[in-house]
């Protein structure tokens, strides 16, 4: 699951603590600040708005949750993890061709 707490901690440090005040500053519309602010589905365009209005990374504005560990995963952990991945895939690979 997408959460865009991280936007959010960062607009409560800016002052703006409501999606009708986000809607304002970026000239977004309201019901689209609303899903924002529910961690519903958006556009990569409202994220890419959000990011280029107070020049922030995608990173920085969204993370994904892990719905059964229940925990945040930032980006650069996806990445680690795909390397992980990556590399355990590479390894049984070559290991399939030297048996």
Known sequence: MISYEPLWQ????KGISTARKLAVEVGLA?????????NGPVTIDVIDRV???????????M??????EDHFQTYEDLMKSAV?????????ANEQRNS
């Open 30 to 38: 309201p019901a689209t600040a609303a899903r924002l602010m529910k």
């Open 51 to 61: 990011c280029e209005h107070f020049g922030l990374g995608v990173a920085q504005v």
């Open 63 to 68: 993370v994904f949750k892990n719905k059964e």
């Open 10 to 13: 960062y607009l409560a440090n």
């Open 84 to 92: 992980i991945v990556f590399k355990s895939s590479k390894e049984e």
